[in-house]
């Protein structure tokens, strides 16, 4: 099946920084979202982004289809921002395959 | 428009014993799929369905698992005999009538704890 890698795996932030989380992917794909796993263990829908750019608020997501690769951003990051941030990508009419995640802590 | 419900939102059973999991889609999504999430892990596919079929269940468990997702009422899986390797978040998602590729909606999760 299609490979799914999210780096960094770990990743800490003072409150107000800025990050950059990429996933990249082994093969075509027709579906890509984001989500954001807080620590209540609750998905939420953050991006629909099979390819080009979408923002919505403090976040953007970029996804580059040719290049097999998709970056999040998160600026001026909140405590609120912690949890688990989640690739998946779709190569069908079928599941997502999800990637390991990158584990978000922000301090304040 | 509610979204994705599933219950309950925990369950413990003893090892033996069986678990069912329910998913009720959103309003006007005929797909369902379930997912497997272990602890410290992402989230692993185990089956999709639509209305009264099972369209895959490549990541099913040959033994024990069983889902359905009947024309009237919510989706349900079933794990009989659990075993403490089952301890797990179970997500549902959901989606609209699909040719190939669409945003699944998840559900809460149901957390299950087998002792």
């Known amino acids: 099946g299609i490979q799914v890698e999210q780096s960094p795996p770990d990743l800490i932030l003072q409150e107000g920084a800025n990050s950059t989380l990429r996933c990249n992917f082994s093969?075509?794909?027709?579906?890509l979202q984001w989500f954001h796993q807080n620590p209540w263990g609750q998905l939420i829908n953050l991006f629909y982004?099979?390819?080009g750019t979408k923002q919505n608020g403090r976040l953007s997501a970029t996804t580059v289809a040719t290049e097999r690769y998709s970056l999040l951003y998160i600026s001026s990051s909140q405590t609120t921002d912690s949890g688990v941030y989640f690739c998946?990508?779709?190569?069908?009419?079928?599941?997502?395959?999800f990637g390991t995640g990158t584990r978000l802590t922000v301090i304040p | 428009n509610a979204g994705v419900m599933q219950n309950p939102r925990h369950l413990v059973r003893r090892r033996g014993q069986e678990a069912r999991l329910r998913c009720s889609p959103m309003?006007?999504?005929?797909?369902v799929y379930w997912y497997r999430q272990l602890p410290e892990e992402g989230l692993k596919f185990m089956v999709y369905?639509?209305?009264?079929?099972?369209?895959?269940e490549s990541g099913m468990p040959k033994e024990r698992f069983s889902a359905e997702f009947p024309k009237e009422g919510p989706s349900i899986l079933r794990i009989q005999q659990v075993v403490r390797g089952d301890s797990a978040a179970y997500f549902c998602?959901?989606?609209?009538?699909?040719?190939?590729?669409?945003?699944?909606?998840f559900g809460p999760g149901t957390r299950l704890l087998v002792l």
């Open positions: 998602a959901s989606s609209p009538p699909v040719l190939a590729g669409e945003t699944q909606y």
């Open positions: 093969d075509s794909v027709n579906n």
């Open positions: 982004i099979p390819s």
């Open positions: 998946a990508v779709q190569t069908g009419a079928n599941n997502l395959f």
């Open positions: 309003k006007g999504h005929s797909h």
């Open positions: 369905l639509q209305k009264e079929n099972i369209i895959d």
